[in-house]
């Protein structure tokens, strides 16, 4: 069993930043595979980006460039640092953690990006 508790989203206008975490509890964090995903009002849960337990990384498409997630396996954390952010950007942002068939989901935090 994995507890997982997201903080950092809030209020941002256009072109600034932000950053999530995403802190674990409740099992070796190390041996999971860390994602961050969003879901924005009508519209479908989708994949941010995600980080392997050897550090790989995956993002998509309409934040690359502008989005990085890491990890600290010491401190149980999964970050997404979010820069030049736009409008499309809102939605609440959830951390999923996954190992074989297994997969736990946080509760979420809203970002809201607008001027």
């Known amino acids: 069993q994995v507890h997982l508790v997201e903080s950092g989203g809030g209020l941002v206008q256009p072109g600034g930043s932000l950053r999530l975490s995403c802190a674990a509890s409740g099992s070796t964090f190390s041996i999971y595979a860390m994602g961050w995903y969003r879901q924005a009002p009508g519209k479908q849960r989708e994949l941010v980006a995600d980080i392997t337990s050897g550090g790989s990384t995956n993002y998509a498409d309409s934040v690359k460039g502008r989005f990085t997630i890491s990890r600290d396996n010491a401190k149980n954390t999964v970050y997404l640092q979010m820069n030049s952010l736009k409008p499309e950007d809102t939605a609440v942002y959830y951390c999923?953690?996954?190992?074989?068939?297994?997969?736990?989901w946080g509760q979420g935090t809203q970002v809201t990006v607008s001027s």
């Open positions: 999923h953690a996954a190992r074989r068939q297994l997969g736990y």
